[in-house]
């Protein structure tokens, strides 16, 4: 498939009173047209900042990109989102239009004094450039489409008279509502019990393949990843420590890191045995150790690690990791 977003060398920092944290330092991805890129790693490690910067929603203070590109596939051209003004029309014209993002916690993100209709019927008025008789009645058909019993009556209701999955149902009602190209799900069912949770992710895989979207999916769950991604990459303090297809990483994983990962997933399918947490924890923003970030807490941490920062590399065909195993 042929890229729609290619992001090269981005680098995303937040300058503060006490420092400069470096969010996002380096990344590199491609994300495929109607495609599933799974982007994993523990709280902190830059996933959201990542998809912010895409979203040309960085608060600027403290927050700046630094440097690298984001290249928008689009009709055919090609657009570098960063050389855009965020708060241009340009911008906005491509904002929830053809890029649009679920947040990880709808209460929080959805307008509590407005109804749900209301804020469907926004977003497709102001990128549609239709009627609000014709606004409310593609609302209530996207309502529908996403699950929501009753959408005529659930369109004038606010956001506190709805559960928690019909929030979350709304806010992906949403995001489809101008059929988007790229849709970023920020850990979409944080928030959500787990048998609500395979609801709405099997919701979310059934309408990307209705809409053709492609879906750039941040989470800390590998098994979300397992079952919904079709490429994966693997952030730790800023940095993509490995990164190929979802099969490989999980049946042929490179990085230590991802090995740890891996290793701290209770299975079904295997006879009981203890886990193996990887030690420690991610260090402090202001105080990124010199050479490898993971190396602190690497069990296979070797001299170099300690003084040089590996770079991303094919290590074997359509397979990249960062660590010094490789050299």
């Not at 990109?65 to 570098?80: C, D, F, K, S």
């Amino acid at each position: 498939m042929a890229p729609l977003i290619e992001v090269r060398g981005l680098k995303t920092y937040f300058y503060t009173d006490d420092g400069v944290v470096r969010a996002v330092d380096g990344v590199d991805f491609t994300i495929e047209q109607e495609k599933t890129l799974g982007v994993v790693g523990e709280s902190g490690c830059g996933k959201s900042v990542t998809a912010l910067s895409i979203m040309g929603l960085i608060q600027t203070p403290p927050g700046k990109i630094e440097a690298g590109e984001i290249l928008y596939h689009r009709n055919g051209n090609v657009t570098e989102l960063t050389n855009l003004d965020p708060k241009g029309k340009e911008y906005r014209s491509i904002r929830g239009n053809e890029i649009a993002m679920i947040f990880q916690e709808p209460m929080t993100s959805l307008n509590p004094v407005y109804t749900i209709g209301n804020q469907i019927m926004e977003a497709i008025i102001l990128h549609q450039k239709v009627g609000k008789k014709e606004a409310r009645k593609r609302a209530v058909a996207m309502l529908e489409a996403v699950g929501i019993p009753l959408p005529r009556q659930r369109i004038d209701e606010y956001p506190h008279q709805l559960s928690g999955g019909m929030r979350q149902r709304a806010m992906i009602a949403m995001a489809l509502s101008c059929n988007p190209s790229l849709l970023i799900a920020d850990e979409p069912t944080t928030a959500l019990d787990v048998t609500i949770e395979a609801q709405v992710l099997t919701l979310m895989h059934d309408l990307r393949k209705e809409f053709k979207t492609a879906m750039m999916l941040i989470t800390h769950d590998l098994g979300v990843i397992a079952s919904m991604a079709d490429d994966v990459v693997v952030m730790y303090l800023g940095k993509i420590v490995e990164g190929s297809t979802v099969r490989n990483v999980f049946h042929h994983t490179k990085h230590p890191y991802t090995q740890g990962l891996m290793s701290s997933i209770p299975s079904l399918a295997t006879k009981r045995h203890r886990l193996v947490p990887i030690e420690g924890v991610v260090p402090d923003p202001f105080e990124v150790p010199a050479g490898c970030g993971f190396e602190p807490r690497c069990p296979q941490s070797m001299g170099i690690c300690k003084r040089e920062t590996p770079p991303l590399k094919e290590v074997v065909p359509g397979h990249r990791a960062a660590c010094w195993l490789y050299e």
